[in-house]
C-alpha cells in the first residue's frame, strides 16, 4: 500500500520557521498542522508568537486556537487531534505538514507511537502518587519520577501531574521505563513517506533573534496578556500557564521581581531551551538540517532545495 505523504518543518524557537512555512505550503499545495504545545491555548497570542490571520495568506491551520488554557492538552491530545487533521486535508488532497518546534509531538505522529500510559479508572497505587502530590507539591512529585526515569521528567513538566502519575505506575507496574518504552516506538519505520526539515541558524543569529523577540513581546503588550488571563481566572497552577513567558510574568505580577528581571530570565530560558531543541533533533534519524549559511540566509534558495527534495522523495 502507497504510503501518505508528510513534511515536517521543526527546528528550534525563534528560528523562523512560520514564515517559511507558509512558502513551502504554497509550493506544495499543503496546510499546516501546528506541532506547539502552547499556539493552541485561545487568548495566549503574544506570549507563544503564535501565527497572525493575515500571516497565513489563505493557508488553512490547525491545532492553533483550539482549547482554553485550563483543557488538558498533551502528546496523547496532540497526536489524536493531529491524526485527524492528516485525514481532512488528505481527504483535500492537499499535503499535511507539522510546523513547529515541540519533537516529541511530532515524533509521536511521525512513527504513530503507542502510548501505553493507562488511561483507565484510577489504580491504588495512581491514587496515592495523587495523594503525595497533593500533600507535598507537584514538584516533589516529579522528582520521584526523575529518580527513576530522568528522560521522562524532562519530557513531562512537574505541573502535568497526570502525566507525571502515570508515569510512575508505568515503571511501578513494568520495571520499565515510560521513555524506553516511547523511545523504542520512535524506532519504529514511519508509515508515512515523509521528509524531516530541521531548519538551523547561526548560534549567535538565533540568540539575537530570541532577544528581539521577546522586546517586541513586551512592546506588544506581554504583561496586559497575562493580567487579562490572571483576571479570567487562569493562574500558575496550569501546564499552560507555566509556559515561558506566562509564569515569569505571573511572578513580575506577583510582586517576586521587577520587568526587567522578568525579561532578562525570559530571553534566558527561551536561549536555553533552544538549545534543548537542537539536541533532540540533533538525535532525531533521517533529519535533513536546513541551515541559513549554506543558503545565503536566502528564503527563496531554501525553499527550492527543499521542494527539490519533496520531489525526489515523490511526496508531490
Known amino acids: 500500500m502507497k504510503k501518505q505523504p508528510l513534511i515536517i518543518l521543526t527546528g528550534p524557537t525563534a528560528v523562523g520557521k512560520t514564515e517559511l512555512s507558509i512558502k513551502l505550503a504554497k509550493a506544495v499545495g499543503g496546510e499546516i498542522i501546528s506541532a506547539d504545545s502552547m ?30 488554557p485550563d483543557e488538558e492538552f498533551n502528546v496523547t ?29 511530532i515524533q509521536s505522529v511521525l512513527y504513530d507511537i503507542t502510548f501505553t500510559e493507562n488511561e483507565d479508572d484510577d489504580t491504588e497505587y495512581r491514587k496515592e502518587l495523587y495523594g503525595i502530590a497533593q500533600e507535598h507539591g507537584a514538584d516533589y512529585l516529579h522528582d ?52 524531516y526539515f530541521v531548519l538551523n541558524n547561526d548560534r549567535k543569529i ?22 487579562h488571563l490572571k483576571e479570567m481566572g487562569y493562574n500558575k497552577e496550569l501546564v499552560s500557564m507555566q509556559g515561558i513567558g506566562y509564569k515569569e510574568i505571573l511572578a513580575y505580577l506577583d510582586g517576586e521581581y521587577d520587568e526587567e528581571r522578568a525579561k532578562y530570565i525570559i530571553k534566558r530560558d527561551t536561549r536555553h531551551f533552544a ?29 527550492s532545495a527543499m521542494t527539490d527534495i519533496i520531489k525526489e522523495r515523490g511526496i508531490m
Open 39 to 68: 499556539q493552541i491555548y485561545k487568548y495566549m497570542d503574544i506570549g507563544t508568537a503564535k501565527i497572525r490571520t493575515e500571516e497565513m495568506q489563505g493557508i488553512k491551520h490547525y491545532l492553533v486556537d483550539e482549547l482554553e
Open 77 to 105: 491530545v496532540f497526536q489524536k487531534k493531529a491524526k485527524e487533521a492528516m485525514q481532512e486535508i488528505y481527504e483535500k488532497g492537499k499535503i499535511p505538514i507539522l510546523v513547529g518546534g515541540t519533537g516529541f509531538y
Open 144 to 195: 520521584m519520577l526523575k529518580k527513576v526515569d530522568p528522560a521522562a521528567a524532562e519530557a513531562i513538566h512537574a505541573n502535568n501531574v497526570k502525566r507525571v502519575a502515570r508515569a510512575l505506575e508505568y515503571f511501578h507496574q513494568t520495571g520499565e521505563c515510560i521513555s524506553k518504552h516511547n523511545e523504542t516506538e520512535s524506532q519504529k519505520e514511519s508509515p508515512y513517506n515523509a521528509v
Open 206 to 227: 538565533l540568540y539575537e533573534r530570541i532577544d528581539k523577540r521577546v522586546d517586541k513581546m513586551f512592546d506588544e503588550g506581554l504583561v496586559s496578556e497575562v493580567e
Open 275 to 303: 538549545k534543548r531543541q537542537l539536541t533532540w533533533f540533533k538525535r532525531e534519524k533521517e533529519v535533513v538540517w536546513v541551515n541559513y549559511q549554506d543558503y545565503d540566509c536566502s528564503a527563496d534558495k531554501m525553499l
